[in-house]
């Protein structure tokens, strides 16, 4: 279907930089890169956002470098995958936040030996920014509501991922408090994506925690809520 949107929007625009076939491109690469087509996914993502970095807009820019981010690190390309956080930090100023949390998940995600990579998480997420009771205010899809409810799944991702003789400032159960709320409010709206992320963010601090049946019924009570969302 994207790649008959693109086809459609290049024969109506025949050679102009339209932004929204950047958009198509980005939709595509993220599509190929769950896919696993790594090559296929980074020459869409980068024929995406020639076409969007300077629109000035956030949605797709941020897709795309998220995007492009997870694939440099997947390929183990420390470098370019921080160069590609780096350039979502610079094309959305207002999402620094995001932009730092989706840093130290890919480090810690990809790099998690490094001692350098475990400081420098346990550091940030110190910052009072990162207090995780923020996720108790969301109550709408809005573009400020999404990036709380984005930065702070990606915290918790880091803090999970840390050695258990290195625990962050924060508990399982206050996280799962904060929690809590983010569930309940997609349960009643059916937002599926956001479901599926805090179930994973769950099931993360729960195995983190040793607490492996608490795991297993965590993953069984998500599949039996989406499913009926």
Request: hydrophobic share 45%.
């Amino acid at each position: 279907m994207c790649e008959a949107n693109i086809e459609r929007f290049n024969q109506i625009v025949a050679g102009q930089h339209f932004p929204p076939i950047g958009a198509l491109h980005i939709l595509k690469g993220n599509l190929l890169l769950e896919f696993g087509l790594l090559q296929e996914a980074e020459q869409a993502l980068t024929e995406g956002l020639d076409l969007v970095r300077w629109i000035g807009e956030s949605v797709a820019p941020k897709k795309g470098y998220t995007a492009l981010a997870r694939l440099r690190a997947i390929q183990g390309d420390r470098l370019a995958a921080m160069e590609a956080v780096k350039a979502l930090e610079e094309s959305w100023p207002e999402g620094s936040l995001y932009a730092q949390s989706l840093r130290h998940r890919l480090l810690m995600r990809h790099w998690p030996e490094d001692p350098e990579v475990r400081k420098e998480a346990q550091v940030w997420l110190a910052q009072p920014e990162i207090g995780f009771d923020q996720l108790a205010t969301i109550a709408g899809v809005d573009p400020l509501s999404t990036s709380i409810f984005e930065y702070q799944i990606n915290a918790v991702h880091v803090l999970a991922r840390l050695p258990k003789g290195e625990p962050g400032p924060f508990t399982v159960e206050g996280l799962h408090a904060g929690l809590n709320h983010v569930q309940e409010f997609s349960a009643s709206h059916g937002f599926v994506g956001w479901l599926a992320e805090i179930a994973i963010a769950r099931i993360l601090l729960d195995q983190a925690a040793g607490k492996k049946a608490e795991a297993l019924e965590t993953l069984e009570a998500a599949v039996r809520a989406t499913a009926n969302t």
